[in-house]
């Protein structure tokens, strides 16, 4: 995964279908973030503590290896993580 400068902030979209994350990126730039696309998954939350990013896009409708509500209590359970606010979408 490619480091983005410091002073640029990171939004995560994590297993949000193609288009959306598409609208979600698109919506991101204009706020001045970089917007990442993740597959869910137990590398996900790894992905997350590495990329500490300043806000999460969480799909929690699509099948995936790990549950959505999985991924969101292993975020929150965690100190370098819990503080970190997640959206919620679901079709």
Known sequence: MNQCPENV???MCVELDPDFFY???SFAERCGLRAIHVNRG???V???KHERPTVIF???D???EMP???VLRALKADNTTRDIPVVL???
Do not use: N, R
């Open 89 to 91: 979408f679901s079709g």
């Open 23 to 25: 609208l979600m990126q």
């Open 46 to 48: 790894k992905l997350v």
């Open 9 to 11: 902030k990171t939004c």
């Open 58 to 60: 969480l799909e929690t």
């Open 68 to 70: 959505a509500w999985d």
């Open 42 to 44: 137990k590398d996900s």
């Open 62 to 64: 699509s099948p995936a």
